[in-house]
């Protein structure tokens, strides 16, 4: 089973910015919402973002303003671009489906820390 595959985390200083990249297997993200999902230990995968096929994006409260996500129909990807980051935002990063969902992910970590 072809699988996401999430790429661009890495470690940040508060204030920065990264992008990061999900490559979808054509049947989820085809026609589909995608999101941007976050985990951090003990706590619930909540979703921050998301954007339909048409282009209408959602953002969670938390990172209105800071976070843009976006889409490539021709390369199946998705990406959210992070700006003004906080060490609040440091999470594990994946990306599903919103309408259908596939097997998730390895993820992709960002850690923001002076």
């Known amino acids: 089973q072809v699988q996401l595959v999430e790429s661009g985390g890495g470690l940040v200083q508060p204030g920065g910015s990264v992008r990061l990249s999900c490559a979808a297997p054509?049947?989820?993200?085809?026609?589909?919402?995608m999101g941007w999902y976050r985990q951090t230990p003990g706590k619930q995968r909540e979703k921050v973002a998301s954007?339909?096929?048409?282009?209408?994006?959602t953002y969670d409260d938390s990172v209105m303003g800071r976070f843009t996500i976006s889409r490539d129909s021709a390369k199946n990807t998705v990406y959210l671009q992070m700006n003004s980051l906080k060490p609040e935002d440091t999470a594990v990063y994946y990306c599903?489906?919103?309408?259908?969902?596939?097997?998730w992910g390895q993820g992709t970590q960002v850690t923001v820390s002076s």
């Open positions: 599903n489906g919103v309408t259908w969902s596939g097997a």
């Open positions: 054509r049947d989820i993200f085809s026609r589909n919402t």
């Open positions: 954007i339909s096929s048409h282009g209408t994006t």
